[in-house]
């Protein structure tokens, strides 16, 4: 069982960067690839970046890459979403999910855990 708790979210003016947090429970906490989700109203909940348990793999949706970053620290059971340059159509709840294997990484459907998101606001 992981259990993870986002941090990190607010309003931001456009231009502007924020740095997501979560944090997840467990001693296993190397062993699962993370991922950043996020929705917006009326929207899917797409994913935004992953990273595998070593972090020897990433993945970045084509609107986010070169301005996020997704990194982890394992001896702290924490992963990172740092955002950059944000636009205001970055605005949206941003959730963190764990899933067990690197393959699945790009299904929403094959994430086990969820936190329960943090709001991202960007104001222009």
């Known amino acids: 069982q992981v259990q993870l708790v986002e941090s990190g979210g607010g309003l931001v003016q456009a231009g502007g960067s924020l740095r997501l947090s979560c944090a997840a429970s467990g001693r296993t906490f190397s062993t699962y690839a993370m991922g950043w989700f996020r929705q917006a109203p009326g929207k899917e909940r797409d994913l935004v970046a992953a990273?595998?348990?070593?972090?020897?793999?990433?993945y970045y949706s084509g609107s986010v890459k070169g301005r996020f970053t997704i990194y982890r620290d394992n001896s702290k059971n924490m992963v990172y979403l740092q955002m950059n340059s944000l636009k205001p159509e970055d605005a949206a709840v941003y959730y963190c999910?764990?899933?067990?294997?690197?393959?699945?990484?790009?299904?929403?459907?094959?994430?086990?855990?969820w936190g329960q998101g943090t709001q991202v606001t960007v104001f222009s």
């Open positions: 999910a764990a899933l067990s294997t690197w393959a699945g990484a790009f299904r929403r459907s094959a994430y086990d855990y």
């Open positions: 990273i595998s348990g070593n972090s020897d793999l990433t």
